[in-house]
T-cell receptor, first 117, second 114 residues
Framework: DADVTQTPRNRITKTGKRIMLECSQT?????MYWYRQDPGLGLRLIYY???????NKGEISDGYSVSRQAQAKFSLSLESAIPNQTALYFC????????????????FGEGSRLTVL | AQSVTQPDIHITVSEGASLELRCNYS??????LFWYVQSPGQGLQLLLK??????LVQGIKGFEAEFKRSQSSFNPRKPSVHWSDAAEYFC????????????FGKGTKLSVKP
């Protein structure tokens, strides 16, 4: 089983609909992230969370919200989806401590492809 | 501020040829440098990372990279490319401070000719 699991893997929806992408992890990491990938733009950070009570906006948070339901679960919501939110979304986790040998590497899920018509 | 720039959007190499991927890094006192690989339809997998210690790093898929502080470079190399290396490659730098977020480049897409 994957350490970082995203659902759904693919979703097609219509403009104005509410969409939730879910992420769960079994790595025991405190930090979780949502990134968006668009062709030619790389990965851009939407939101990140260092623990259940800590939520932070990333580079492109407008139009998105998140919920950290538990240490292992981090959901991304689009309250009213629009076509330019069509993208590949990745959840990631990392270990919080920058100890010797731990570089803050991100561990990614397999992605959720969202199409907004 | 930390930043990364990948100068090559798309590279095509012949199978069996050598390969070097490039990234221009800007980092603070301590570099946290990463390369990730994304095969078609897949998530991102760590290819290489450098934090400290030995500057020559061995990664997955037969890649290695040498951290050169004077050049701010950490470029993966592979002496003989295989068709399965066709993928998109992303460099990333760890942000300073306690956040630990990564800043990603825009990616280099590698195509492999038979």
């Amino acid at each position: 089983d994957a350490d970082v699991t995203q659902t759904p893997r693919n979703r097609i929806t219509k403009t104005g609909k509410r969409i939730m992408l879910e992420c769960s992890q079994t790595k025991g990491h405190d930090r979780m992230y949502w990134y968006r990938q668009d062709p030619g733009l790389g990965l851009r950070l939407i939101y990140y969370s260092f623990d259940v009570k800590d939520i932070n906006k990333g580079e492109i948070s407008d139009g998105y919200s998140v919920s950290r339901q538990a240490q292992a679960k981090f959901s991304l919501s689009l309250e009213s989806a629009i076509p330019n939110q069509t993208a590949l979304y990745f959840c990631a986790t990392s270990d919080p401590e920058r100890r010797q040998g731990n570089t803050g590497e991100l561990f990614f899920g397999e992605g959720s492809r969202l199409t907004v018509l | 501020a930390q930043s990364v720039t990948q100068p090559d959007i798309h590279i095509t190499v012949s199978e069996g040829a050598s390969l070097e991927l490039r990234c221009n890094y800007s980092y603070g006192a301590t570099p946290y440098l990463f390369w990730y690989v994304q095969s078609p339809g897949q998530g991102l997998q760590l290819l290489l990372k450098y934090f400290s210690g030995d500057t020559l790093v061995q990664g997955i898929k037969g890649f290695e990279a040498e951290f050169k502080r004077s050049q701010s470079s950490f470029n993966p190399r592979k002496p003989s490319v295989h068709w399965s290396d066709a993928a998109e490659y992303f460099c990333a730098v760890g942000a300073s401070g306690s956040q630990g977020n990564l800043i990603f480049g825009k990616g280099t897409k590698l195509s492999v000719k038979p």
